[in-house]
C-alpha cells in the first residue's frame, strides 16, 4: 500500500539556521503531496502542497519540490525562527487510484532555540 | 469563515464505554473524514463520509462508526472502548469528491482508563 517515511527527529537548529527534513514516498499512483504542521495542543495546518511532478509548493518561507524519479518532497526553509517549532507531517492522497484518504508520515519534529 | 470546529475538547472514559465525538466542518465544505493520531504517531484514516454516506473506510474495526447529518456535519462513535483506543481523534472537511485538499480541527483528545 501506500507510504511515507520521514526522517526522525528532533531536529534541532539555532534560529536563521537552514532547514532540511526529508520525505520519501511508495504510492502505485500519481498521488498529490503534502506538507502539514502542528503546533503544540493543536491540530493539522496544511503548510503546502503539490500536485504533479516537478511542481513546487511554497508558503510562509518553506518550500518543497515534487520530485517523481527519486520519489521524494523535502520540506526547505532558508532561516528557521523559534516560532517554526512544530511537528512537520508529509502526507500523500493518490486520487488516481479512487483513494480518498491522506497517508502521513510519522511526523518530524522541530526544534528552534533563540 | 468558521474554520472545522470538534467538540469536545477533552475526554475521559472508562474502558467499556461508548463515545461519541462531534465535528462541523469549514463553511461551504460537504465532505468529512475522520483520523486517530495516536501520541508521537501520524494520523491514521479512520473513515470518511460524503451525502450522509460512508465511502471509504481505513483499518479500523466495527467498534468504531460515523454518521453524517444533512448539514454536513459529521459523528464518530466508538464502542467498547479500550485503552488502546486512547488519542487524539482529528477531522478534517473538504470539499466534494475527489478528495485533495483536507483541512483539519483542532482534534477531541480522549482518554480511556
Known amino acids: 500500500g501506500d507510504s511515507v517515511t520521514q526522517m526522525e527527529g528532533p531536529v534541532t537548529l539555532s534560529e536563521e539556521a537552514f532547514l532540511t527534513i526529508n520525505c520519501t514516498y511508495t504510492?502505485?499512483?500519481?498521488?498529490?503531496l503534502f506538507w502539514y504542521v502542528q503546533y503544540p495542543g493543536e491540530g493539522l495546518q496544511l503548510l503546502l502542497k503539490?500536485?504533479?511532478?516537478?511542481d513546487k509548493g511554497s508558503n510562509k518561507g518553506f518550500e518543497a519540490t515534487y520530485r517523481k524519479e527519486t520519489t521524494s518532497f523535502h520540506l526547505e526553509k532558508g532561516s528557521v525562527q523559534v516560532s517554526d517549532s512544530a511537528v512537520y507531517f508529509c502526507a500523500l492522497s493518490d486520487l488516481n487510484t479512487g483513494f480518498q484518504k491522506l497517508v502521513f508520515g510519522t511526523g518530524t519534529r522541530l526544534l528552534v532555540s533563540p | 469563515d468558521a474554520g472545522v470546529t470538534q467538540s469536545p475538547t477533552h475526554l475521559i472514559k472508562t474502558r467499556g464505554q461508548q463515545v461519541t465525538l462531534r465535528c462541523s466542518p469549514k463553511?461551504?465544505?460537504?465532505?468529512v473524514s475522520w483520523y486517530q493520531q495516536a501520541l508521537g504517531q501520524g494520523p491514521q484514516f479512520i473513515f470518511q463520509y460524503y451525502e450522509e454516506e460512508e465511502r471509504q473506510r481505513g483499518n479500523f474495526p466495527d467498534r468504531f462508526s460515523g454518521h453524517q447529518f444533512p448539514n454536513y456535519s459529521s459523528e464518530l462513535n466508538v464502542n467498547a472502548l479500550l485503552l488502546g483506543d486512547s488519542a487524539l481523534y482529528l477531522c478534517a472537511s473538504s470539499l466534494g469528491l475527489p478528495v485533495n485538499e483536507q483541512y483539519f480541527g483542532p482534534g477531541t483528545r480522549l482518554t480511556v482508563t
Open positions: 463553511s461551504g465544505h460537504d465532505t
Open positions: 504510492a502505485t499512483g500519481y498521488p498529490s
Open positions: 503539490a500536485t504533479k511532478a516537478d
